[in-house]
C-alpha cells in the first residue's frame, strides 16, 4: 500500500514529532528516483547525479566477505567493531595521518553517515552553533537542525578552488561554537584543503575547545597535491574526529561501513548510541573490511586514475559549451561548474536537462544557498557515457540559450 492511499484510507492523522520539520534530504536519492521513473517511460538518462563509484567492489574483498559468511561471522559483534578491524584501521590512520593512534580510538560503524549523526547527536545541544562548509554534504545541515543546533554556513569561494576563507572562519567562530566540520576532498566542489589551509585553519581554532569534525571520506581520491588531515597538527588530535570509510575508497557503498577516529572518551559514548541505534555493524563485512585495508590496494589506484582521466576529458568538454565555466576539481569525482552565464537558476537548469535531455545531475543548491550558480556532475560513470552527456548539454544550449 503507498503513503497516498495509507492516508486516505486512515482516520488517523499522522502526528509526527516537530523536530521531523527540519530534517533536510539528500537530493541524489530524488534526483534518482525520477530519473529512474522517466527511464520506465522509455527515456534514456545518463547518471550523472548519485555519488558513487560505478565500479565493482574488489573481487578479494568480496571473497573475504563470502568466505566470512561460510565461516559463521553471522553473529552480533561488539558495538565499537570486530577488534581486528579497530586495530587494522588504527594502524592505517597511523601510517596515513602520522599520528599514533590505538584501537580504543576507532568505532567501526555501517557508513560514513552514522559518524555525522552520532557526532552531533553526542556533542551538540540546542542551540550550539556548529559551523559547516557550504556547498557542502547536505547531511551536515540537514542533522545540525535537526537536532535543534544553530548551523553555521561556511561559505566555500570558487575564486580560491572552493577552499574557505580563514578570515571568514575566524569571524564566525563564537563562544557558542561547539564543532566546525570540515570536508576534503569535498563533496560537491572537489576542492582540497592544503596543508597551508589547514595550518591556517588550526592556527584560527587556536587553543579553543571546539571539536573538529573532519570529514575525511574521498582521502584516497585525490589528483593533485597531498591529502592532508588536521587530526596530524600538533594539539589537535583530542580535538579531532577523523571520519572516513571503505564506501568511496573501495567501491563499496552498499556493503555501509565506515568509522570515526577519536579520543576514547568520546569513542566510547560514541559506541554507546550504536549500542542505542544498530547494535553493531554487519560482522562479515567488517570481515571484508580487514582483507581491504589490509590487501591488495590496486584497485584504490586504478580507480582514482580513471576519475581523474574521466575529469579532464568533462571538464575541458564542459569549458567548450555555452554559458559553462568550469575548474578542475583537486579530488573526489565530482565537477561543480559555474552556469550563472546561461541565464538559469541552477535547480531550473538540472531539472530541464534531466526532462528535456536526459542527462541527470544536480542542482548546486542541493548543498545549500551558496551553491546557487553551479550545477554537480558526479564523473563515476563510462567516458563514452560522459561524452554522451556532454553532447546533449550542448545540444541543449544550443536550443535554449
Ligand atoms: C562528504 C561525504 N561524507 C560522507 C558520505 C557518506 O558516506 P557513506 O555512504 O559511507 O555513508 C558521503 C557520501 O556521499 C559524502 O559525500
Same mark, same amino acid.
Given at each position: 500500500m503507498t503513503t497516498l492511499t495509507m492516508e486516505k484510507a486512515t482516520q488517523y492523522e499522522l #502526528?509526527?514529532?516537530?523536530? /521531523?520539520?527540519? $530534517?533536510?534530504?539528500?537530493?541524489?536519492?530524488?534526483v534518482l528516483n525520477k530519473a529512474r521513473a522517466l527511464e520506465r517511460q522509455g527515456k534514456e538518462i545518463v547518471h550523472l547525479e548519485i555519488g558513487e563509484p560505478d565500479f565493482d567492489?574488489?573481487?578479494?574483498?568480496?571473497?573475504?566477505?563470502?568466505?566470512?559468511?561460510?565461516?559463521?561471522?553471522?553473529?552480533?559483534?561488539?558495538?565499537?567493531? $570486530?577488534?581486528?578491524?579497530?586495530?587494522?584501521?588504527?594502524?592505517?590512520? *597511523?601510517?596515513?595521518?602520522?599520528?599514533?593512534?590505538?584501537?580504543?580510538?576507532?568505532?567501526?560503524?555501517?557508513?560514513?553517515?552514522?559518524i555525522i549523526? !552520532?557526532?552531533? @547527536?553526542?556533542?551538540?545541544?540546542?542551540?550550539?552553533?556548529?559551523?559547516?562548509?557550504?556547498?557542502?554534504?547536505?547531511?551536515?545541515?540537514?542533522m545540525i537542525n535537526y537536532l535543534g543546533a544553530k548551523a553555521v554556513p561556511l561559505r566555500l569561494h570558487e575564486e580560491k578552488d572552493f577552499s574557505l576563507d580563514v578570515d571568514e572562519l575566524t569571524a564566525l567562530i563564537s563562544d557558542r561554537t561547539k564543532l566546525i566540520i570540515l570536508n576534503s576532498p569535498q563533496n560537491p566542489t572537489g576542492g582540497v584543503l592544503s596543508r597551508q589551509d589547514i595550518r591556517d585553519i588550526a592556527d584560527a581554532i587556536g587553543d579553543r575547545n571546539i571539536m573538529v569534525l573532519s570529514d575525511e571520506i574521498y582521502s584516497r581520491l585525490i589528483f593533485e597535491g597531498e591529502h592532508y588531515s588536521i587530526m596530524?597538527?600538533?594539539?589537535?588530535?583530542?580535538?579531532?574526529? @577523523? @571520519?572516513?570509510?571503505? *564506501? #568511496?575508497?573501495?567501491? /563499496?557503498?552498499?556493503w555501509r561501513m565506515g568509522y570515526g577516529v577519536m579520543r576514547p572518551d568520546l569513542a566510547a559514548h560514541i559506541t554507546r548510541l550504536m549500542t542505542n541505534s544498530n547494535s553493531c555493524t554487519a560482522s562479515f563485512t567488517q570481515i571484508a573490511g580487514i582483507e581491504a585495508i589490509r590487501g591488495d590496494q590496486s584497485s584504490v589506484e586504478h580507480m582514482r586514475s580513471e576519475f581523474q582521466r574521466r575529469r579532464d576529458? !568533462?571538464?575541458?568538454?564542459?569549458?567548450?559549451?555555452?554559458?559553462?565555466?568550469?575548474? /578542475?576539481?583537486?579530488?573526489?569525482?565530482?565537477?561543480?561548474?559555474?552556469?550563472?552565464?546561461?541565464?538559469?537558476?541552477?535547480?531550473?537548469?538540472?531539472?530541464?536537462?534531466?526532462?528535456e535531455s536526459g542527462v541527470a545531475c @544536480?542542482?548546486?543548491?542541493? !548543498?545549500?544557498?551558496?551553491?546557487?550558480?553551479?550545477?554537480? !556532475?558526479?564523473?563515476?560513470?563510462?567516458?563514452?557515457?560522459?561524452?554522451?552527456? $556532454?553532447?546533449?548539454?550542448?545540444?541543449?544550449? #544550443?536550443?535554449?540559450?
Open positions: #502526528k509526527l514529532a516537530e523536530r /521531523m520539520s527540519r $530534517l533536510g534530504t539528500e537530493t541524489a536519492f530524488e567492489t574488489p573481487k578479494n574483498v568480496v571473497e573475504a566477505a563470502v568466505s566470512a559468511l561460510h565461516n559463521g561471522w553471522t553473529h552480533y559483534g561488539p558495538s565499537a567493531g $570486530l577488534p581486528d578491524l579497530r586495530q587494522a584501521i588504527a594502524d592505517e590512520v *597511523s601510517r596515513t595521518r602520522g599520528v599514533s593512534v590505538s584501537s580504543d580510538e576507532v568505532v567501526v560503524v555501517p557508513g560514513g553517515k552514522p549523526f !552520532f557526532s552531533l @547527536l553526542a556533542l551538540a545541544d540546542e542551540g550550539d552553533e556548529v559551523i559547516y562548509p557550504n556547498p557542502g554534504f547536505p547531511i551536515y545541515e540537514s596530524s597538527v600538533s594539539g589537535f588530535k583530542d580535538r579531532t574526529i @577523523l @571520519l572516513d570509510g571503505f *564506501s #568511496k575508497t573501495y567501491a /563499496m557503498t552498499g576529458a !568533462f571538464v575541458s568538454g564542459l569549458n567548450k559549451i555555452k554559458g559553462f565555466s568550469c575548474r /578542475m576539481p583537486k579530488g573526489a569525482f565530482y565537477v561543480f561548474p559555474n552556469i550563472t552565464q546561461t541565464g538559469w537558476k541552477s535547480k531550473k537548469l538540472a531539472d530541464a536537462l534531466l526532462e @544536480l542542482s548546486g543548491t542541493a !548543498f545549500g544557498e551558496y551553491g546557487e550558480g553551479y550545477l554537480r !556532475f558526479s564523473v563515476a560513470n563510462s567516458l563514452e557515457n560522459l561524452n554522451k552527456a $556532454l553532447e546533449r548539454i550542448d545540444q541543449w544550449t #544550443k536550443r535554449n540559450l
